[in-house]
């Protein structure tokens, strides 16, 4: 028997929603939660998803093309993005709590990693500085083996031999 048929099979009468005003009415309770959990939580996952795709779209556009409006739109989808992760996390809360699902506390800043970079291909490096600083404080890495520590002591570099 196959893993949807498990769920919908009615002659199994126990744990299954009886809330009649419940369109989740006569499955069983974990799918229930399930479903209830999509429906709350699943257009919020989808969103973050789409921000990140938007950050390395825009982030790739400005690399390749120093195109202004593409590092406008960068900022404003790295904004967004840190707006949801409240709400995330909330999510991932409840997940647990439902599913015992167990993230692990997320190490990779792609704002921080997206926009230091960009910050250094504009050659505006206080502003990079400033965003490996906020990065560091905030125990994020940007995925490479010295880390935003590493990226901070080069754009430091950067910064004197443009004053130069």
């Not at 992760?85 to 599913?99: H, M, R, S, V």
């Not at 910050?119 to 906020?134: G, L, P, R, V, W």
């Amino acid at each position: 028997m196959g893993i949807l048929s498990s769920f919908f099979n009615k002659s199994k009468k126990q744990n299954l929603c009886t809330n009649k005003n419940s369109q989740y009415y006569g499955y069983p309770n974990d799918l229930k939660e399930y479903c209830e959990y999509q429906d709350k939580y699943g257009p919020l996952w989808n969103l973050y998803g789409e921000y990140k795709e938007k950050i390395n779209y825009y982030y790739y556009n400005y690399i390749n093309t120093k195109n202004h409006s593409d590092f406008n739109s960068l900022l404003i989808y790295c904004q967004k993005y840190n707006d949801l992760l409240p709400q995330i996390e909330k999510a991932k809360e409840e997940d647990t709590n439902i599913n015992g699902t167990i993230y692990k506390k997320d190490t990779y800043s792609i704002v921080h990693h997206r926009l230091a970079m960009a910050y250094e291909k504009a050659e505006c490096y206080n502003s990079a500085i400033n965003i490996c600083n906020e990065a560091i404080a905030q125990g994020y890495t940007d995925g490479t083996k010295g880390g935003f520590k590493a990226r901070l002591e080069r754009l430091k570099k950067k910064q004197i031999k443009a004053m130069h």
